[in-house]
């Protein structure tokens, strides 16, 4: 069985993070769940790998959409690895590095805007996040787009992994605790409440360098455009709304959401650079390669 990249980004992420764990962790038991989880992920790959083919109707889908689950439980689990190797956050540095650069703080200056409508209206790109997953797939299976799916899959897998592993070598709390104390509450009225009923059921306290929400929504909305115009431009405006939401909710720093842009950028640019159509001649081909780089 050959590993594919996404294959490759769940496996390396999966033996990277309990080799960490394992060298710099100290008492294993907190990170006891974390190496079964690994080892659960890297038995998913081989046995996908071994029984999935790269080819069919919807095969493919399956082939290269395997690992969506494992990102929800490989972020969760990130929340033991954020002080294996520092014991402070650095929130209050990078306020004061963005207070130096701008010359005002942002969070505090959008907070000046008391509007719980408004603070709705940006909170649903943010709450949409979570349907472009299926969204994604539903897409690229009616557009019958087995090849753009793996690239979107390859680039989804870079920006949570790349994103996930920054946590620990970045801790950051995020606005909405650093600034708890200095910063008047949020209201809203549908959407705000329904986003943080998700934060407070399925989010950790430390993952907020860089917006992996800001990457990947960016990836998803590059390959659905890619796949279907009409998709593409309303995720474009979806997208953007996210971007926004991330700091309009207290969720990230300017500083994170500009990172994570720039980890949708560099993932694209590196996918695409290896899947230009000079090397992928035609549809027939595409589907015939089984492992591009």
């Not at 494992?70 to 956050?89: K, N, P, Q």
């Not at 796949?227 to 207290?250: D, E, N």
């Amino acid at each position: 069985m050959k590993l594919n990249a996404i294959d490759r980004w769940v496996v390396g992420y999966s033996l990277f993070s309990s080799a960490v764990a394992l060298i710099f962790g100290g008492d294993q038991s907190a990170f006891l769940w974390s190496h079964v989880l690994h080892v659960a992920a890297i038995l998913v790959v081989w046995i996908v790998g071994r029984t999935v083919p790269s080819r069919g109707d919807w095969e493919p889908f399956v082939r290269y959409g395997y690992p969506i689950p494992l990102f929800v439980f490989f972020y969760l689990e990130t929340r033991h690895y954020i002080w294996l190797f520092f014991s402070d956050w650095f929130d209050p540095a990078l306020i004061a590095l963005e207070e130096s650069i701008l010359g005002f703080n942002v969070i505090a200056e959008i907070a000046r805007i008391d509007s719980p409508l408004l603070l709705d209206f940006w909170m649903f790109g943010y709450f949409f996040y979570y349907l472009m997953p299926p969204l994604a797939v539903g897409v690229m299976v009616w557009k019958n787009e087995p090849e753009l799916f793996r690239r979107l899959m390859t680039g989804i897998s870079a920006g949570f992994l790349v994103s996930y592993t920054m946590f620990y070598f970045f801790p950051l709390e995020g606005p909405r605790y650093a600034m708890v104390d200095v910063l008047p509450p949020l209201h809203g009225i549908v959407l705000y409440p329904l986003v943080m009923l998700v934060q407070h059921n399925g989010s950790i306290r430390g993952g907020c360098m860089p917006s992996s929400h800001t990457a990947v929504a960016w990836i998803f909305t590059y390959y659905l455009y890619k796949a279907h115009r009409p998709t593409g431009w309303a995720m474009i405006v979806i997208s953007f709304i996210l971007s926004v939401g991330c700091l309009w909710g207290r969720f990230h720093y300017l500083t994170d959401v500009l990172v994570g842009l720039g980890i949708f950028v560099v993932a694209v640019w590196i996918i695409e650079r290896y899947n230009r159509p000079d090397t992928m001649t035609n549809s027939v081909t595409r589907q015939a390669i089984q492992e591009p780089v």
